[in-house]
T-cell receptor
Framework: EAEVAQSPRYKITEKSQAVAFWCDPISGHATLYWYRQILGQGPELLVQ????????DSQLPKDRFSAERLKGVDSTLKIQPAELGDSAMYLCASSRTGYGGTEAFFGQGTRLTVV | DAKTTQPPSMDCAEGRAANLPCNHSTISGNEYVYWYRQIHSQGPQYIIH???NNETNEMASLIITEDRKSSTLILPHATLRDTAVYYCIVRVSGTASKLTFGTGTRLQVTL
């Protein structure tokens, strides 16, 4: 069964350092999402791609966060510099389309701890 | 997207049906009802979705009221492995549509 792959699974970084997360969506899925989940809360959308284009990044803190999906396949989310408040689970999801009637499938996430 | 209201927690005995309610009284005609669940420290898992009609798959059944203002997710024979946070989400049917998560219902299945 195809899965969304994310790496690393866990990451510990010091405050003010740069950190990056990688996501490989299910093959053929045009839409890719990055979510952030703070402990005890539901996931919050950071950025949504349709192929290589950003269609929603309204909740992405653009002063420190960046995301790219250069060839419309895998994607990287970067934080520079990391802050203590960035400690969270970062989740990637993909779907065949961004249409509201299609399923989105999530990866296992990257657990980030900023010290 | 319409807001949803779910009870913060529920208990269910193993082997019994778990019925998880969701209120979405402001839902529009072009909005789907989705259910996901999240087992501790894992990514959310898709369960089921529907627009107007009731839906069933190998995991669960989704019952949507005729006025579409509420729905119920049914796990027919709950097991300990179904212990998780269950999220009810209303999602518009247009393009570039996103999933907006609330705080969900924490279902505890007990022996």
């Amino acid at each position: 069964e195809a899965e969304v792959a994310q790496s690393p699974r866990y990451k510990i970084t010091e405050k003010s350092q740069a950190v990056a997360f990688w996501c490989d969506p299910i093959s053929g899925h045009a839409t890719l999402y990055w979510y952030r989940q703070i402990l005890g809360q539901g996931p919050e959308l950071l950025v949504q791609f349709q192929d290589e284009s950003v269609v929603d990044d309204s909740q992405l803190p653009k002063d420190r966060f960046s995301a790219e999906r250069l060839k419309g396949v895998d994607s990287t989310l970067k934080i520079q510099p990391a802050e203590l408040g960035d400690s969270a689970m970062y989740l990637c999801a993909s779907s065949r389309t961004g249409y509201g009637g299609t399923e989105a499938f999530f990866g296992q996430g990257t657990r980030l701890t900023v010290v | 997207d319409a807001k949803t209201t779910q009870p913060p927690s529920m208990d269910c005995a193993e082997g019994r049906a778990a019925n998880l309610p969701c209120n979405h009284s402001t839902i529009s005609g072009n909005e789907y009802v989705y259910w996901y669940r999240q087992i501790h420290s894992q990514g959310p898992q898709y369960i089921i979705h529907g627009l107007k009609n009731n839906e069933t798959n190998e995991m669960a059944s989704l019952i949507i009221t005729e006025d579409r203002k509420s729905s119920t997710l049914i796990l027919p024979h709950a097991t300990l492995r179904d212990t998780a946070v269950y999220y009810c989400i209303v999602r518009v049917s247009g393009t570039a549509s996103k999933l907006t998560f609330g705080t969900g219902t924490r279902l505890q299945v007990t022996l």
